[in-house]
């Protein structure tokens, strides 16, 4: 309820008192009507500095109507803000009756909207009632209950009317990419400007080309290859940012990016379709399959970033690689930094675009978990990059690679996968190093000769178990889950173990103080 509730009728009805309610809450119904009508042919809702122009505060014509909140063929619109909701429908009413033609108002709903939730339903039945014989086909009123509980299909347009309404309340893993990019902008230090689109969308052409498609729903999954824990947050919310005002405000109107579990699943049982960016904690390619698939069932589009050393080699997969140190430079300068700023950036974003990122923020540029005093475990963790909590065959190979049995190790590391920042994260057990590239690089220094030799112990041990399967006649092998003939450790860690392999080969620099060599 939280995530979907973004706005209560009692918030709604508090801001009505105020005096910026009056451009706001128009343009609050002008967005609903436009996400929620597949067919407009007419919206005409007057808001921000124009909603003192004479005439109907609107006017809407469409076939098929919005659900319950707009009704079929055109409709007349009066909006109130004021504490007199009745008062105020009442004068509208009368006014507006004699300056429409009997024809045209057999053939058009009257709607009245307030934010407010006084005037109670059944007052309002009563007040319908009186006015049956007006001429109109219809007589719709909208409160701020009505309003609040349509808001409920739009998440990003709630957060949005938050921020409007000037309103701080954290909603649990859940945020718009406008959020996010205001955010990306405040990443400044001292004259600096704002850093521009083009520091997260250089060099990524394919996956803009590819993101249009999404949004335009040609494509329903995109799987973006990421370095960092929020490399397709930050390129969703600059690919946005860059795009002109209108198409912005209708991709915007229907995308979230989602951190919590609980929000993703409120967010799959939304209605109306919306593009859904997934958090790499959620881990929507291995254990969170099924988060995956209740979006799936609702139709709608997600993003999924994954990370690892092996998945490179996949064509699915769309890089969003860091531009290099010349682009970058060449996108700062162009940005308004000096030449020197421009040059002394580049030169760190070059690594990753997060690196760049802790570095305007004054955290230096590696990641905070790798000064954290219990660096090494994670870096542990880091070794073996995802296992199954439950396996005992996994726990026996973890016993392997830490040297220590597992059930000391976890207790100790598990506080570490709660802390903001953490590269480790679990859920129901099944526990992932996220952005591993990063990681590997960030940690590697923490790891010794001795890691290595254990972990070789255990890759052999994971990745030489022979698959029961293969002990059953060929024509048997689709049912080796049911004959129990299935491998003892978890497909997590096999692949765990597999991008430990590829990591090792491509980046041994990573290890710095093992010996020359060792890693290959």
Request: one cysteine or more.
């Amino acid at each position: 309820m939280e995530h979907t509730t973004i706005v209560s009728a009692a918030e709604l009805e508090d801001y009505a008192n105020t005096k910026a309610s009056e451009s706001v809450i128009p343009e609050l119904i002008c967005t609903l009507v436009k996400e929620t009508v597949p067919d407009l042919t007419v919206c005409r809702i007057p808001y921000g500095d124009a909603v003192n122009q004479p005439g109907w505060d609107g006017l809407v014509e469409t076939e098929a109507g919005g659900r319950q909140y707009v009704p079929k063929t055109k409709s007349y619109w009066e909006i109130g803000t004021g504490g007199k909701p009745q008062v105020k429908a009442t004068n509208e009413f009368t006014k507006r009756k004699k300056q429409i033609l009997a024809a045209d108002r057999s053939g058009a709903t009257f709607v009245f909207a307030t934010p407010h939730s006084s005037w109670t339903e059944p007052a309002q039945r009563k007040w319908k009632k009186r006015r049956e014989d007006s001429g109109w086909q219809g007589i719709k009123i909208l409160d701020g209950v009505q309003l609040t509980d349509w808001l409920r299909e739009y998440p990003a347009i709630g957060l949005w009317l938050l921020n409007a309404m000037r309103v701080t309340k954290n909603i649990a893993g859940l945020a718009t990419p406008a959020q996010h990019w205001d955010n990306l902008q405040r990443l400044k230090r001292g004259t600096d400007p704002s850093l521009p689109t083009k520091t997260f969308l250089a060099g990524r052409d394919q996956a803009c080309t590819e993101l249009h498609r999404l949004f335009r729903g040609e494509v329903k999954q995109l799987a973006f290859l990421v370095e960092s824990e929020h490399d397709a947050e930050d390129f969703v919310a600059a690919f946005l940012a860059s795009l002109d005002a209108d198409t912005r405000r209708t991709y915007c109107n229907r995308c979230l990016l989602v951190k919590d579990a609980d929000a993703w699943l409120a967010m799959a049982n939304l209605k109306s379709a919306h593009v859904l960016v997934a958090h790499p904690s959620l881990d929507l390619e291995s254990s969170g399959e099924q988060l995956l698939m209740a979006a799936s069932k609702h139709s709608h589009a997600v993003i999924i970033p994954i990370s690892g050393g092996w998945a490179s080699g996949s064509d699915k997969l769309i890089p969003l690689r860091s531009p290099s140190a010349a682009v970058l430079q060449t996108v700062l300068t162009e940005g308004g930094f000096t030449h020197e700023r421009a040059q002394e950036l580049a030169a760190v974003g070059a690594s990753t675009l997060a690196a760049l990122k802790r570095h305007l923020l004054g955290f230096g540029d590696l990641p905070p978990y790798a000064t954290w005093e219990n660096a090494r475990l994670l870096a542990q963790a880091g070794m073996i990059g995802r296992w199954s909590g439950e396996s005992l065959a996994d726990k026996t190979s973890m016993e392997i690679v830490l040297g220590k049995t597992y059930g000391e190790w976890i207790e100790i590391v598990r506080p570490e996968s709660l802390r903001s920042d953490t590269p480790l994260t679990q859920r129901n057990e099944n526990w992932k190093v996220i952005s591993r590239g990063e990681a590997w690089s960030a940690l590697g220094p923490r790891l010794s000769n001795d890691d290595l030799d254990r972990f070789q112990k255990a890759a052999v041990a994971v990745l030489g178990e022979r698959d029961p399967r293969f002990e059953l006649p060929k024509e048997e092998r689709f049912a080796a889950s049911v004959k129990g003939k299935v491998l003892k450790h978890s497909q997590a860690i096999r692949e765990g173990i597999a991008e430990t392999l590829a990591l090792l080969g491509s980046r041994p620099g990573a290890l710095a103080t093992c010996s020359q060599g060792k890693a290959e």
